[in-house]
């Protein structure tokens, strides 16, 4: 399984990105899929995951901001973030889990939110 995120860049405050991550094979059997992130100096935290049912879970910082979804036809991931605050930066990796063929990770996509 691999993953590819894209779509990171640098954005001023109050703005807005779309995170994609493209897996290699169907992730419509992927339970939870998931977003994380890892600001300089801290560890790896989620920022967002998805449930096959269609449950979402966000880190309370995100609330409102960002929305999690995904494109099982296109095999991808998204991570909607709106709202942007110099504190959202941060190297954002995507994640999805399997209970047979195990969890897989991104290679990250850097957010910078900065004026």
């Known amino acids: 399984v691999q993953l590819q995120a894209s779509g990171g860049g640098l954005v001023q405050p109050g703005g807005s990105l779309r995170l994609s991550c493209a897996a290699s094979v169907s992730i419509g059997s992927f339970n939870p899929v998931g977003w994380y992130c890892q600001a300089p100096g801290k560890q790896r935290e989620l920022v967002a995951s998805?449930?096959?049912?269609?449950?979402?879970t966000y880190a309370d910082s995100v609330k409102g901001r960002f929305t999690i979804s995904r494109d099982n036809a296109n095999n991808t991931l998204y991570l909607q973030m709106n709202s942007l605050i110099p504190e959202d930066t941060a190297v954002y990796y995507c994640n999805v889990n399997h209970l047979n063929l195990g969890n897989y990770w991104g290679q990250g996509t850097l957010v910078t939110v900065s004026s």
């Open positions: 998805l449930y096959r049912g269609g449950t979402t």
